[in-house]
């Protein structure tokens, strides 16, 4: 969008100032490389490394083996500072919120460990800091909420009146009560320059900028809030904000809290779930008697006759589409939250997801678990299409499509059924509903949600057929992993799964309606010690290709798949979306092209190059500059401060965020730097520095360089603000477990 162009071009050369102004004041405090001898190249913001595709293909067939050090960034030797490289850092399932862990299955010590020949424990440098604590952020004394978006003589009744023990004094809360204006960002309220209103009112760290002091003719002088008149009223709700959407009330949530919400479709159908599920138990545990044949026919005949057929069945669904011009961002644990993903769509991201949402909190109300389900309008537009013959639903409208889908988890069916219903109640703006099953954290796994759910197909089935029942117009997807245990693959059975459905189902109920599935090509065993399996990716979807002469097949048979179930895809068949080590153009064809995906969703290569996204629509690897990487951290702070608010919380949250993102960016080697391509997302870097300070800067791998990044638009942290990076080798000052 033209107008959310906060970095323009003509901009450039003043940020590149003020940054040379910070570094300069913070040179002599830095943790980054030595800068002396950094080596001035950055040159125009709009230079461009244009590589082709193809010819990259082509001249990375023909680098030498003996050039390429395993696992170490190809830098070249005038930028190195030490050819080593940097301590391997033990990454965490950046999509699928893993945890630090010894046994990469359970989380707990691996006992072939043990005592070594000298009777002690090897120390473990890497992994996790654990129950991270990031202080708190607040004023010191907190402004009641009937005079925060009120002129100074005009307040709301307090609905609390003498027993409040809030502050009620705006001037004495602007003089004590907060710390002062913030210089940066011009010292204007990005909010209120875009949407002409400030949600912070008073709290606001800019509100010099928005307020005045009046003088009446009775010579009294009062402050007031400034606002354009063309603009709406403040909502007093700190969940309604311009430019977000899928705000739920909190009346909503409270009645979610207190049961009163009734689920009229799942609720039954769980009702019959119960019923069909004992039956089932029965036919496959009991001891078969003279006689009891009869009864027990009699008996299915009778619960199939309750049987509650869904309102809408899979091909009465709203149609998607993905495609080679459809990449995908993946649902990112903390960092896929809405500014970064309304980043990503800016630089063209087609679908995003949320993050993952736990089912039962959902069920429950609770605020937090809510707020994860909020997008921006940029995601509710319709995404790119430029369909090859063959390759969209019959019926598809490319208008009534979007962007933004919701991503949850749930260990049992009722709980999965009901937070969908939820879901498609209550929030009006979403593409699917994706089941989670490849979260590894422990805490998900052990409770059997997750990649729980890849070693009980029968439940996994029993959930996404309960899902597709409730959902109304919005299709059901899911995300899996290739198993449990490395080199022990499940994902291929579980895909036949969700096509056709089990055999002991497919006969009575037709296929669960799938409409999409996106196969992460690594186990939860696995995590990210090794690359993913495209190979077994592609077997996956060859698999997936040979369904329609499978459907076929049984259309010939007694088992005649009803076609009302199928899911809403070219051909009856089942879009499905690759995951795993994505991080260039290449990359990202090569997957399509070779694996035969339909398209390929991105995790960690979004965390560390946004515009890989570009990169992807123009076909060629983009060169970006110091001043437009520190551009994008500029829009960043801004889309945080509107999502969250211009108050000390705000200014908290987005600092919190900012920081967990350039804990994954700093990975970024400049491709100018390196010797040959392509980069390598899971290559390390060697000690090196940039064409410039602020480039060396951004390579920094010290959380402290981070925070001084977030202090050119954000100022100084808060006194009590604290943060702890996820991983323990970032954290210099931080003593790694024993």
């Known amino acids: 969008m033209a107008d959310d162009q906060v970095v323009e071009a003509n901009k450039n050369a003043g940020i590149v100032n003020n940054a040379t102004e910070f570094l300069e004041h913070i ?60 301590p391997k850092v033990v990454d ?32 473990k440098q890497g992994g996790q800091n654990q129950n991270r604590n990031y202080g708190h952020f607040e004023d010191a004394l907190r402004l009641c909420n009937s005079v925060t978006y009120t002129n100074e003589f005009s307040p709301k009744t307090c609905k609390f009146g003498e027993r409040c023990n809030l502050c009620h004094d705006i001037r ?28 912070s009112g008073w709290k606001c760290r800019f509100v010099n900028s928005h307020s005045k002091e009046i003088d009446h003719e009775d010579g009294r002088k009062e402050l007031v809030l400034l606002q354009n008149s063309e603009s709406p009223e403040v909502d007093e709700d700190p969940d309604t904000r311009p430019g977000i959407v899928n705000v739920v009330t909190s009346d909503t949530k409270w009645d979610l809290a207190r049961r009163k919400v009734k689920f009229e479709k799942s609720e039954p159908y769980i009702k019959w779930l119960e ?39 899979p091909s009465e669904k709203r149609k998607i589409y993905f495609g080679k011009e459809t990449p995908v961002l993946a649902p990112l644990t903390t960092q896929g939250n809405l500014p970064f993903r309304r ?27 809510w707020a994860l389900l909020k997008c921006h309008e940029s995601e509710i537009a319709s995404p790119q299409f430029t369909p090859e013959s063959g390759s969209v639903v019959k019926g598809y409208d490319n208008a009534k499509d979007l962007k933004f889908g919701a991503q949850i988890s749930g260990n049992q069916p009722w709980v999965a059924m009901k937070a969908t219903e939820a879901l498609t109640r209550f929030l009006p703006h979403l593409r699917v509903v994706d089941l989670n099953c490849g979260c590894p954290i422990d805490l998900v796994y052990q409770s059997g949600a997750g990649s729980g759910l890849l070693d009980t197909p029968s439940k996994l089935e029993k959930i996404v057929r309960g899902m597709n029942v409730v959902s109304g117009e919005v299709p059901i997807t899911a995300k899996l992993r290739t198993g449990v245990r490395d080199g022990k693959p499940t994902a291929d059975r579980l895909i036949e799964r969700l096509a056709f459905g089990g055999h002991d189902t497919r006969d009575r109920l037709g296929a669960p309606g799938c409409a999409a599935i996106t196969l992460h090509g690594r186990s939860r065993q696995q995590r990210y010690t090794k690359s993913a399996n495209w190979s077994y990716i592609a077997e996956c979807a060859a698999l997936i290709k040979s369904y329609k002469d499978k459907k076929n097949k049984l259309t010939d048979t007694a088992m005649d798949v009803d076609e009302s179930t199928q899911a809403n895809s070219a051909d009856g068949r089942v879009y499905f979306i690759g995951n795993g080590d994505c991080y260039s153009h290449v990359d990202y064809f090569d997957h399509i092209d070779k694996a035969g995906v339909d398209t390929v969703m991105i995790a960690r ?47 908290g949250f987005t600092r919190r965020f ?60 808060h006194p009590s603000f604290k943060f702890q990076p996820k991983h323990k080798s970032n954290s210099y000052e931080i003593e790694a477990e024993g």
Request: negative net charge.
């Open 172 to 199: 004495k809360y602007l003089k004590e009560g907060r710390r002062g204006d913030l210089e940066t960002l011009g010292g204007k309220c990005p909010v209120f320059e875009k949407y002409g209103r400030c949600t």
């Open 275 to 313: 019923k069909d599920t004992d039956l089932t138990k029965k036919f496959y545990n009991r001891k078969k008697r003279e006689g009891e044949e009869q009864a027990d026919a009699n008996e299915t005949e009778e619960l199939r006759a309750q049987f509650v057929d869904p309102p809408l069945k």
């Open 658 to 717: 900012l920081l967990e993102w350039l804990s994954f960016t700093h990975r970024y080697v400049p491709i100018g730097l390196l010797e040959h391509l392509p980069p390598s997302l899971n290559d390390r870097p060697p000690r090196y520095r940039g064409r410039n300070d602020l480039e060396t800067l951004f390579g920094s791998d010290n959380y402290k360089d981070w925070i001084k990044i977030s202090e050119m638009f954000l100022g100084p942290a």
């Open 343 to 369: 980043l990503c769509v800016e630089l063209g991201a087609q679908v995003t997801y949320s993050e993952m949402a736990m089912g039962m909190p959902l069920v429950q109300g609770q605020k937090g678990e």
């Open 92 to 123: 965490d399932d950046a999509a699928e919120a893993s945890i630090a862990t010894d046994d990469a299955v359970n989380g707990k010590p691996d006992p072939r460990d043990g005592d070594g020949k000298n009777g002690k424990k090897r120390k």
């Open 27 to 86: 040179g002599g405090d830095m943790h980054t490389q030595d800068p002396v001898g950094t080596v001035e190249e950055d040159g125009p913001t709009s230079k461009r490394r244009k590589v082709d595709h193809e010819e990259t293909r082509r001249d990375s067939r023909q680098v030498q083996s003996k050039d390429r050090v395993r696992g170490c960034a190809p830098v070249k030797a005038e930028y190195l500072i030490s050819a080593e490289a940097q």
């Open 605 to 651: 290569g979004a965390m560390v190059k946004p515009w890989l996204f570009e990169e992807i629509e123009k076909g060629q690897y983009l060169d970006k500059s110091a001043s437009e990487r520190l551009g994008y951290i500029e829009k960043f702070v801004r889309y945080g401060l509107e999502a969250w608010g211009s108050d000390e919380l705000g200014l």
